[in-house]
């Protein structure tokens, strides 16, 4: 078999050497990389309809009703990629310190640890877009992370590490992350939240019309299954309209163990933090996406284990922490391809699925300090809904991976739960990003280095009065049935 592409990556190397290409030979780890990603690519783009395909199978999964799962706890972060934010995991496929890669200048840039830098007020945000991700990946070489920004700008290709991350270092040591785990397309926040919900989308970029598409909780609601949705600033499931408002509430770090103790977990939960652009905009968000404080973001997932791991339903319990996509932050490993439908191919989605993200597996019935090598992705979720409680996967991408084939169902259920050492802040504070005086487009007149605009500290959380649009619905005659305007 012909090597594919992504063995000939040029990226460089610490010593300023170029990484062998195929014809010079390879590292074993190399060439397992790129293997790896052309067999998933040749899995998920040649599935046939008789199902043979490896990723389809459920072959060593007990009856659903056996599994000892639930309840599923689906939190979703925002814009952080796996080397950027778990390269460091022990015996996971990451890559952090002795990366190289050109500016737009051509100048080769090494990645660097950005600690004790928790927001990158003094960088723009990295380009995340459809087009912007192509460029990047540069037909899976994966170099081009530094193209889409302002020169003299390296905030894509820096990391942190377990000790900037104390909740994702417990998270290392103690649960399983999965190193494979790609979002649902190579594009921007909206259309791949789109995919958690409903498996597939029917945009490429962010717009606020109102989706029509089939989602999980049609699925859920349709055999007689509870579900909740939780938002911290923005309700993706307005995008339906007023749909799904009777269960859709604002999530609450004060209020959201008492909301759990008085109803109890429902089978479905999710849990969708993403900044409104207010919040966002003056760095205030909890959700990672810059210029979020990153500390924040794991004082709120150690927040949401905790109030979960009290629960009295702990025992049959499932929590799964990802991201909605890389947010323009380098990662090392080429993004392989899925179907898609026909309406989603005529919008422009060629089914390169997005950059690895964060995704980890928390649960009596999960890996304890395991590293899953599977390929999954936001369908893989829905997949294991669609197993446990028994309805039609959603999507052309519903005879996919099983994101159950990760857990451990040859033991019994361990509901056994390690605290973590996270504060919980608050850290940081309001910032202006130099993003606001020039981008990719047009770069700072100035070297980046020249502008520091360092955040303002808050020694007191800022709690803002409800905005129309916002935080709270918008009169109805702007957005007809929308309800809740979706402004990211």
């Known amino acids: 078999m012909q090597a594919p592409e992504p063995l000939k990556n040029s990226i460089q190397d610490a010593n300023g050497g170029a990484r062998r290409s195929g014809n010079q030979g390879l590292t074993r780890r190399e060439f397992m990389t790129a293997a790896a990603a052309a067999a998933s690519q040749l899995a998920l783009s040649g599935c046939d309809s008789s199902g043979s395909a490896d990723l389809a199978a459920t072959s060593g999964l007990p009856s659903p009703q056996d599994s000892g799962i639930d309840h599923v706890v689906v939190v979703m972060m925002e814009n952080r990629s796996f080397d950027h934010f778990l390269g460091w995991v022990p015996g996971a496929d990451g890559a952090q310190a002795g990366l190289q890669m050109p500016d737009r200048k051509g100048q080769l840039q090494s990645t660097f640890d ?3 830098n928790f927001q990158g007020c003094d960088s723009a945000d990295p380009d995340h ?12 070489r994966m170099d081009g992370f530094l193209l889409t920004q302002p020169v003299g700008d390296t905030f894509p290709i820096g990391y942190y590490t377990a000790d900037s991350l104390p909740f ?3 998270c290392a040591e103690h649960w399983t992350i999965c190193d494979r785990y790609f979002s649902g397309m190579l594009g921007p926040t909206t259309p791949n939240r789109l995919y958690m919900h409903a498996g597939q989308s029917d945009r490429i970029s962010n717009t606020a019309d109102i989706c029509k598409l089939p989602t999980i909780w049609d699925r859920m609601r349709g055999v007689g299954r509870s579900t909740a949705y939780y938002y911290t600033d923005v309700s993706y499931t307005s995008f339906w309209g007023n749909k799904y408002r009777n269960f859709s509430k604002k999530y609450r770090l004060d209020t959201f163990a008492a909301d759990i103790a008085a109803n109890g977990l429902a089978d479905l ?3 969708d933090n993403v900044g409104n652009v207010l919040n966002s905009g003056l760095a205030l968000a909890m959700d990672d996406h810059p210029y979020a404080d990153v500390r924040n973001g794991q004082a709120f997932l150690n927040h949401v284990y905790d109030v979960l791991r009290q629960s009295p339903q702990w025992s049959r319990t499932l929590l799964i922490v990802n991201y909605d996509e890389w947010g323009g932050f380098y990662d090392h490993v080429p993004p392989p391809f899925a179907p898609v439908s026909e309406a989603e191919a005529a919008l422009g989605n060629d089914g390169r699925l997005g950059c690895r ?7 009596p019935r999960v890996r ?9 992705d936001p369908n893989s979720i829905l997949n294991l809904l ?3 409680f028994g309805f039609e996967p959603l999507g052309v991408r519903g005879d996919s991976s099983n994101l159950a084939l990760a857990l451990d169902f040859s033991r019994a259920a361990d509901a056994s739960t390690p605290a973590f050492e996270v504060p919980s802040g608050p850290f940081g504070g309001v910032c202006i990003p130099t993003s606001l005086l020039g981008n990719s487009a047009s770069p700072l007149p100035l070297p980046i280095g020249q502008l520091p605009l360092p955040p303002l500290p808050l020694p007191l959380p800022i709690r803002l009065p409800p905005i129309p649009g916002f935080d709270v619905p918008l009169p109805q005659f702007l957005f007809g049935d929308a309800g809740e305007a979706p402004l990211r």
Do not use: S
Request: glycine share 16%.
């Open 368 to 376: 304890r300090g395991h590293v899953e090598h599977r390929q999954f």
């Open 129 to 140: 877009g459809y087009d912007g991700a192509r460029i990047e990946i540069n037909d899976g």
């Open 168 to 170: 994702f270092k417990g």
């Open 114 to 116: 950005l600690a004790p």
């Open 357 to 363: 993200v964060p995704c980890v597996l928390i649960g």
């Open 269 to 271: 939960t999710f849990i």
């Open 386 to 388: 669609a197993w446990r």
